[in-house]
C-alpha cells in the first residue's frame, strides 16, 4: 500500500533499526525493488531524484509506474514514493500534487535562516495534504569531493532550531557522509548523530549509504538513524550483471534480456541490505 513515511520510520526509530531508501531509474529497478522487498517483509521507500523523474516522464508517469506495478504484483507491503533532494519549494509542489507521499526539500547550501523559510513553506503545503518532509542540515558531499572535502557538518543546535522552526518529520544531518563511491574510509561523526537525535527526537535519515562499512552503519542505527539512502550501491551491482551478460553472450540484443541480466545481482544486494538494516520481517510482526 502506498503511504507516506511516518509511521514506518516511526517504529524503525522505536525498534531500533532502519528503512532503506532505495532509489529508482526505471520500471525494472521499481519491479526488482518491489518483489524483493516483498519477499523481505518490509516497508521500503523509493526514492525518486529530479533528474530520474525527468528521465522516467515526470512526477506522474513515476506515481502511475509505482501504483500499477503494486497492483500487478500483488504487492501488500507499505511503499513511500519519496522526492529525493528537491532543489526547490516548486519541485516539491509538483511531485506532490503528482501523488508523491513524502518529498525532501534540499536548501542545505542556503543561510539556515533561509534553510528554514523554504523547508517551512514546503511543510506547510505538504502536511495538509497527507505527505510528509525530510530536510538537510550541513552539506552531504559527492564523490567528487573525497570523504571530508565538500562536506559541511551539521551543528547541532543548528539542526535543533531548524526542526522546531520548520516542523520537518524527518531530518537528514551532515556527518559525514557522501554520496557516491568512497575515495577512503567514511568518517561519521557518532557522537554528534547521537546528540542530534537526542535534542530534536525526531528519526534521522542518512544519505550516501552506499559504501559505509557494516559496523559503521549498525552503529549509526543505535545513534538515531531511521531511514538509509541507498543507489549508487544498486547501480554497481545492476551494472555488474549486465557487463557479464554482454561480454558471455555477444550476440544477445533484446534490451529486455539485457536489463533483465542485472536482476539476480540488485536483489541479491538488496536484501543483504534489508538483513543488515535489520527491517527483515518487521511486518510479520505488526
Not at 6 to 9: A, I, R, S, T, V
Not at 176 to 181: I, N, R
Given at each position: 500500500m502506498l503511504e507516506n513515511m511516518?509511521?514506518?520510520?516511526t517504529r524503525a526509530k522505536e525498534g531500533k533499526y532502519a528503512i532503506a531508501q532505495f532509489n529508482i531509474n526505471n520500471l525494472e529497478w521499481t519491479r526488482f525493488i518491489l518483489e524483493e522487498c516483498q519477499v523481505c517483509q518490509t516497508p521500503v521507500i523509493l526514492g525518486v531524484s529530479e533528474g530520474a523523474a525527468k528521465y522516467m516522464g515526470g512526477y506522474k508517469t513515476v506515481v502511475g509506474m509505482v501504483k500499477n506495478l503494486m497492483e500487478y504484483l500483488k504487492i501488500t507491503i507499505p511503499v513511500a514514493i519519496h522526492l529525493d533532494h528537491a532543489s526547490s519549494y516548486e519541485s516539491c509542489v509538483d511531485a506532490i500534487d503528482a501523488g508523491f507521499t513524502s518529498v525532501m526539500i534540499d536548501a542545505s547550501k542556503e543561510t539556515l535562516e533561509k534553510n528554514i523559510e523554504i523547508s517551512k513553506r514546503v511543510v506547510e503545503y505538504a502536511h495538509p495534504k497527507g505527505v510528509t518532509v525530510e530536510g538537510e542540515i550541513g552539506h552531504v558531499g559527492g564523490s567528487e569531493d573525497g570523504v571530508v572535502g565538500g562536506i559541511l557538518y551539521a551543528e547541532v543546535e543548528d539542526c535543533v532550531t531548524y526542526v522546531n522552526a520548520t516542523g520537518i518529520d524527518f531530518l537528514a544531518p551532515a556527518l559525514?557522509?557522501?554520496?557516491?563511491?568512497y575515495h577512503g574510509d567514511p568518517v561519521l561523526a557518532f557522537d554528534r548523530m547521537e546528540e542530534i537525535k537526542e535534542k530534536t527526537n525526531l528519526p534521522l535519515v542518512l544519505h550516501g549509504g552506499s559504501g559505509i562499512y557494516d559496523e559503521?552503519?549498525?552503529?549509526?542505527?543505535?545513534?538515531?538513524?531511521?531511514?538509509?539512502?541507498i543507489n549508487t550501491e544498486l547501480q554497481q551491482a545492476w551494472t555488474k550483471g549486465v557487463r557479464e551478460k554482454l561480454a558471455s553472450d555477444t550476440e544477445v540484443y533484446d534490451p529486455r534480456k539485457v536489463?533483465?541480466?542485472?536482476e539476480e545481482n540488485m536483489k541479491k544486494a538488496v536484501h543483504e541490505k534489508v538483513?543488515?538494516?535489520?527491517s527483515m520481517g518487521v511486518l510479520e510482526h505488526i
Open positions: 511516518e509511521k514506518m520510520l559525514g557522509s557522501v554520496h557516491g563511491p559503521q552503519i549498525r552503529k549509526a542505527i543505535s545513534c538515531g538513524i531511521a531511514k538509509l539512502n536489463i533483465k541480466a542485472g538483513e543488515l538494516l535489520g
